[in-house]
T-cell receptor, first 115, second 115 residues
């Protein structure tokens, strides 16, 4: 079956530090890959996505590259801010020829940025 | 647009009680789905719908019923609540039924406690 594995944390960094959150996946086909972010008390918001190998998704200073050879989609940011504190979810979606499989999520990584 | 709305925000039930979690979207999305979020488990798909009158099971459907009589609404019913259903429930929608590569929009969630 399909699965997503990500580092669970919590990950604690100082402001302006470099961030990497690892994500690897297992899928039976060619998935689209996503990073969602959940701020305290809120629902999930799409942060970025990539739909095919070697695509790079980017948004708000965050980046992730779809690496088919290593089945990975690691999230990076060069200089984090206190406002980036949240839970980050890696997810995949497969098109099943007219069906709808929804999203398969990792367990989430709690990121804490200290001033 | 209000996006995806969910009611109630919080609910406490006793074992064996029934209730309906409401979800509505005003974006004319065909695809809607329900997830539950449990600590250390990420989000898991309960049921989904690819259009009015069409529903199907996700990863964890037992104990839940859904219906889709209109494009806008997708209620989730618990017929006889159990403590194992204590969770945070999220409704999501997207404009294409495949889900692959398309952003899903999430509601703010319903926090349910079953005593």
């Amino acid at each position: 079956g399909n699965s997503v594995t990500q580092m669970e944390g919590p990950v604690t960094l100082s402001e302006e530090a470099f961030l990497t959150i690892n994500c690897t996946y297992t899928a039976t086909g060619y998935p689209s890959l996503f990073w969602y972010v959940q701020y305290p008390g809120e629902g999930l918001q799409l942060l970025l996505k990539a739909t095919k190998a070697d695509d790079k998704g980017s948004n708000k200073g965050f980046e992730a590259t779809y690496r088919k050879e290593t089945t990975s989609f690691h999230l990076e940011k060069g200089s984090v801010q206190v406002s980036d504190s949240a839970v980050y979810f890696c997810a995949l979606s497969l098109y099943s020829g007219g069906g709808a499989d929804g999203l398969t999520f990792g367990k989430g990584t709690h990121l804490i940025i200290q001033p | 647009n209000a996006g995806v709305t969910q009611t109630p925000k919080f609910q406490v039930l006793k074992t064996g009680q029934s209730m309906t979690l409401q979800c509505a979207q005003d974006m004319n999305h065909e695809y809607m789905s329900w997830y539950r979020q449990d600590p250390g488990m990420g989000l898991r798909l309960i049921h989904y719908s690819v259009g009015a009158g069409i529903t199907d099971q996700g990863e964890v459907p037992n104990g839940y019923n859904v219906s889709r009589s209109t494009t806008e609404d997708f209620p989730l019913r618990l017929l006889s609540a159990a403590p194992s259903q204590t969770s945070v429930y999220f409704c999501a929608s997207s404009y294409e039924t495949s889900g692959a590569g398309n952003e899903q929009f999430f509601g703010p969630g319903t926090r349910l406690t079953v005593l």
